[in-house]
């Protein structure tokens, strides 16, 4: 499989900006001057950045099947490739969810939610109702890794139809792909689900795997064009690409900074669809075709950051939890609290992921 530049250190970026914005989840709010209060509601909009992992995933798993169909190379073992998925997030992850459903039951007790949240988790169907929505109620971000198996499983799913049909219907194919997980997305948030509470009341079910999936078929089309296209030369104008797809996104959250989560999303769905994944699949393609930026972005830091990033998320929310039951009781109440409060975060979430990645992560290896 061709070997993509300039995306590693992205990831690593990405990483740090969703510590950044769970961390401000609790900065006190207080008193703040217009200028703080309109960057606190911009910071608000960060999560968007998580689609980026979606698009991610279907550019890189999909090369080398693109590979198989427009050189005719060796088909990938989709079996190896599923099992290698698993051994690529399933130990950190199964570790972290353990770890979090033990300090769940110190800080509130047995419950039975909580177990079937951790049998959700597992086998990474939380998905799939509200009530498990979140595999852990003290570390929020694991939502995510149970959509991001589906999705990955969607992306094989689909490559693999691509790999079968006459080359001339790829387009049509796609364009059918489209189409229909919009059509399951709108059968999927019609379904007459059982209210809840809290945030799963506005995220569930518009955060869907279907509306995922499409963020996914972004990746997916990136991968065609840069394997179709792998001798492109590297040029200047991607990098003005690229700043204008990150200014673009910017000044997009700056003026609606002050929307709700699902507002400017056409179907209502998660992070703006379709402008801010568009954008980032813009941003993506032009960093890959970079002269500069990619680079730049591709420094030892943000590539260490990169090789963490993973445990660094699954680790952090958790870390948070455990430090305000523990510690810093009352962060919210003093402004120079919050920030000794992150920087502690921060540190002992680095060092924790580090050895994570080392230990755990790539126990495979």
Sequence with gaps: MQKINWITG??????LIIIVYHLQQIRPVTALADWDWALYQFINMLPVVVAVFFILTGLLRSLGYWDHIIYGK?????????????????????????????????????????????????????????????????????????????????TILMMIWLTRI??????????????????????????????????VSVWFPYYSPFIFALYSIMGIIIGGIVTRYRDLSKSLIWD??????????????????????????????????????GLFAILVFSLIYSRYVGVFIDNRLFIWLAGISYSLYLWHGLIITILLTTVFHYVSTSFIEWVIFSIVVL???????????KYIENIRK
């Design 74 to 154: 060796k088909k990938p073992d989709t079996r190896k490739v599923i099992i290698d998925r698993w051994w690529r997030i399933a130990p950190v992850y199964y570790t972290v969810l353990i770890v979090s459903f033990i300090w769940s039951m110190y800080i509130s007790g047995f419950s039975v939610i909580n177990l079937w949240s951790l049998f959700s988790g597992f086998t990474f169907m939380n998905w799939a109702s509200p009530t498990t929505f979140f595999p852990s109620t003290v570390n929020g971000p694991l939502w995510f890794i149970g959509y991001d198996m589906i999705g990955y499983i969607f």
């Design 166 to 199: 006459n080359k001339k219907y790829i387009y049509s194919s796609i364009i059918a792909y489209i189409f229909i997980f919009f059509i399951f997305h709108a059968i999927w948030i019609s379904l007459p689900w059982i209210p809840w509470q809290g945030i």
């Design 240 to 277: 003005f690409i690229f700043f204008v797809s990150i200014v673009s996104i910017c000044a997009y959250l700056w003026i609606i900074r002050w929307a709700s989560d699902l507002a400017y999303s056409y179907p209502m769905s998660p992070y703006r669809f379709p402008i801010i994944p």
């Design 10 to 15: 992205l990831r690593g970026i990405i990483a």
């Design 347 to 357: 540190a002992i979430s680095l060092l924790v992921a580090l050895s994570s990645s």
